[in-house]
């Protein structure tokens, strides 16, 4: 059964503590993708991965860090520098480039709330 | 840097009435998707626009990408209590190093 799992669903934190999401994809993809939706907002990119080993930057990384130590894996940390981590995070994959297969697969999200 | 905008921001409609939303970029894009998200859930894809002036269709959706790569929009004609969501646009900018979402219409349909 193919497609992108993140977990936890629901996550809760105390302000100032760092906090780790999953993200894992079997649809051998080689781009990931980390975004944040705040309520009635669109999703605003933190990071993204074409290639294990390598990442960049997206409109809002400050505050936030990724790895990408292996290709169905893209973990995206909230360190206590973001101001304002209570969000909802959602995970994309997708085949890399920009013909007709590069459509991104969301992941079911994680809702993190600081308190 | 690259903004995408769309609106109207909310639209409400009577079931069998018609539906448009509408994007536009700052800059050219190299490509538009639109993306549909229900309450609660998370972003899927319904198409990829790539050519100036393409227009597709799925159905009772047709998607429209303009002649300069700056505006797409995406209509649904005789809508259903299905069609109910947000609906974004996205795409890549033309060096292909930053992708933009737009903040979304979100389609209420009455029954």
């Known amino acids: 059964d193919g497609g992108i799992t993140q977990s936890p669903k629901y996550l809760f934190r105390k302000e100032g503590q760092n906090v780790t999401l999953s993200c894992e994809q079997n649809?051998?993809?080689?781009?990931m993708y980390w975004y944040r939706q705040d309520p009635g907002q669109g999703l605003r990119l933190i990071y993204y991965?074409?290639?294990?080993?390598?990442?960049q930057k997206g409109d809002i990384a400050e505050g936030y860090s990724v790895s990408r130590e292996k290709k169905e894996s893209f973990p995206l940390t909230v360190t206590s520098a973001q101001k304002n981590p209570t969000a909802f995070y959602l995970c994309a994959s997708s085949s890399i480039g920009t013909g007709p297969y590069n459509e991104q697969f969301f992941g079911p999200g994680t809702r993190l709330t600081v308190l | 840097g690259q903004q995408v905008m769309q609106i109207p921001q909310y639209q409400h409609v009577q079931e069998g009435e018609d539906f448009t939303t509408y994007c536009n970029s700052s800059t050219t894009l190299s490509n538009i998707q639109w993306y549909k998200q229900r309450p609660g859930g998370h972003p899927v894809f319904l198409i990829q626009?790539?050519?100036?002036?393409e227009v597709k269709k799925q159905k009772r959706l047709t998607f429209q990408f303009g002649e300069a790569k700056k505006n797409s929009s995406l209509h649904i004609t005789a809508t259903q209590t299905t069609d109910v969501g947000t609906y974004f646009c996205a795409g890549w900018d033309n060096y292909g190093q930053n992708f933009v979402f737009g903040p979304g219409t979100r389609l209420s349909v009455l029954p």
């Open positions: 626009l790539v050519k100036s002036g």
């Open positions: 649809l051998n993809h080689d781009a």
């Open positions: 991965s074409q290639i294990v080993n390598d990442f």
